[in-house]
Structure formats: C-alpha cells, structure tokens
C-alpha cells in the first residue's frame, strides 16, 4: 500500500539555524508532491508542490523541497529559520491524477531562541 | 480572491447528538474534500465531492456522510455523535482532481 513517512514527530532548530524535514513515500511511479504547513488553530496552507520538471522547487515563506526518485524522498529545507515558522509541517502524496492525497503524520517544527 | 470558509468554527453537542458543518470553497473551484484531524490519527480522508458527485470515500463509518451543492458548497453531517468525532475537521477545495488544496480553517467539535 502507498504511504508517506516523516520520520520525526517533532525537530527544534535554533533561529537563525538551517532546518532539514524529512519525507519519505513508496510508490512505485512518481507521484504528485506537497508540503503544507499547519499553525496552531488554523487549517493547512500549501507550501509547495512537485508535479514534474525541476526536482528543487521553490515555495513560499522562503521554503524549498528537493525530490529524489532514487531515495523516494521530497524534504523541505529552508537556510534560516524565523520564530514564526514554529508549526505543524505535512508531507503529502498523490500517487497521479485520479487518486487522493496520502498525508504523513506531520513534523511538528519547535524554535529555540 | 476569498478563501474557503467553514460554518460554525465551533461547536459543542452531547453524545447521541447530530451535526452540521458547512464548507464554502473558493470560487471556481468544483472539488471540495473533507478531514478528520485528531492528536492520535492525524489527517483522515473523509470523502471528496466533485459536481455535486462523491468521487472519492475513506474508510469511515456510514454515520459520516456528505453532499455538494450546485454551486460547489458542502455540507457533512455526523449522526449519532460519540466522543471520539471529537475533532477538528477541515474542509479543502481545489479546481480538480489532485490539483493543490486550498483548507479552510476548519470547525472544532467537541463532543461531550
């Protein structure tokens, strides 16, 4: 069965620092790929997506994810993080255009000051 | 470009009780999915609706169910509430099928 994997339940990063989130996913093709980012009592807010072309994207908020196939793996990265990025990240998958969205089970971000 | 909204963004009902909550997604956009999200389980796929047509159905008991308007809102019901629908469910629409999902801020029940 298709599933996404964040291996982390919860990283801290100092600000300032340079964060890594990891996110893994088994398929057997190349899936269509997201992060969303969930602050506190709010909803989820897309962050980026790979559908094909480029394998480094580029998001908002400064963020940015590198697929590769070879690993099965699409991690976020940013090079400075900001207090406010302090909230919930999701790593989600859709296996191609007729399926729905396979969701990890987040990375929930802490920044030290 | 107004986002999507959900009615009520909260709501307290009893054990055995039964609910409402609406979702109004973006203009334009046709596919409107629901979510189930708890500290335990995380994010779970309710269903999706795509022209007033349940496209997509996870794995939840029938006293969950759902329909889409003409003019793409949504509504999903709960019956028979029990204390573990306790949850925040979130509403999301896109254009189509797997395009981007835009979320709501989502209706907090609890269930008591």
Not at chain 1, 64 to 92: G, I, M, T
Not at chain 2, 24 to 42: A, D, K
Request: hydrophobic share 30%; aromatic share 14%; glycine share 10%.
């Amino acid at each position: 069965a298709q599933s996404v994997t964040q291996p982390d339940i919860h990283i801290t990063v100092s600000e300032g620092a340079s964060l890594e989130l990891r996110c893994n996913y088994s398929y057997g093709a190349t899936p269509y790929l997201f992060w969303y980012v969930q602050s506190p009592g709010q909803g989820l807010q897309l962050l980026l997506k790979y559908f094909s072309g480029d394998t480094l994207v580029q998001g908002i908020k400064g963020f940015e994810a590198e697929f590769k196939r070879s690993q099965s793996s699409f991690n976020l990265r940013k090079p400075s993080v900001h207090w406010s990025d302090a909230a919930e990240y999701f790593c989600a998958v859709a296996p191609g255009s007729n399926y729905q969205l396979i969701w990890g089970a987040g990375t929930k971000l802490i920044i030290k000051p | 470009k107004a986002g999507v909204t959900q009615t009520p963004r909260y709501l307290i009902k009893t054990r055995g009780q039964q609910v409402t909550l609406s979702c109004s997604p973006i203009s334009g956009h046709r596919s409107v999915s629901w979510y189930q999200q708890t500290p335990g389980q995380g994010l779970q796929f309710l269903f999706e609706y795509f022209s007033e047509t349940q496209r997509n159905k996870g794995n939840f008991p029938g006293r969950f169910s759902g329909r889409q308007f003409s003019n793409s809102r949504s509504e999903m019901n709960v019956s028979t509430l029990e204390l573990g629908d306790s949850a925040l469910y979130l509403c999301a629409s896109s254009k189509g099928h797997n395009y981007e999902q835009y979320f709501g801020p989502g209706t907090r029940l609890t269930v008591t």
